[in-house]
């Protein structure tokens, strides 16, 4: 058996929503998508909500959760979007926070947020 699993996305994109690899999870970024692939429209706290909250699903699926994730990636479409995106983001992790980075970046048919993380799931 492979050290490696791969978990299939539900969105027609040539990607793994998730890769297990040892103990570590990766998961895809993640845009404000609805279950048909459109932007959810809304001001950054309300896209951030709705990342964190397919995150979160995600990483329960996969058993794992919030407090699990050591490292996470975002971009921002605009960068005086964050301490708005800040705000909504800290709710997210009242166990204490991961390490971060954030760019700014064009996104994905106008998103204003896109975040992927790295969980710690044990071996």
Same mark, same amino acid.
């Given at each position: 058996m492979s050290p490696i699993t791969r978990y299939p996305t539900p969105l027609p994109a040539p990607l793994s929503k998730a890769v /297990? !690899? #040892?103990g570590f999870l990766f998961l895809s970024?993640? +845009? &404000?998508?609805d279950a048909q692939a459109n932007i959810i !429209?809304?001001?950054i706290g309300?896209? =951030?909500r709705a990342v964190l909250e397919r995150i979160a699903g995600t +990483? =329960?699926?996969l058993g794992a959760s919030m407090r699990d994730v050591v490292r996470v990636t975002v971009w921002l479409s605009d960068l005086d979007d964050f301490g708005a995106f800040n705000?909504?983001?800290q709710k997210?992790? &009242?166990d204490g926070l991961p390490a971060r980075s954030t760019v700014q970046a064009t996104l994905y048919k #106008? !998103? /204003?947020v896109e975040i992927e993380v790295q969980a710690w799931v044990g071996s």
């Open positions: /297990r !690899a #040892g970024g993640v +845009l &404000p998508m !429209a809304g001001d309300a896209q =951030t +990483l =329960t699926e705000g909504e983001y997210h992790f &009242p #106008g !998103a /204003r």
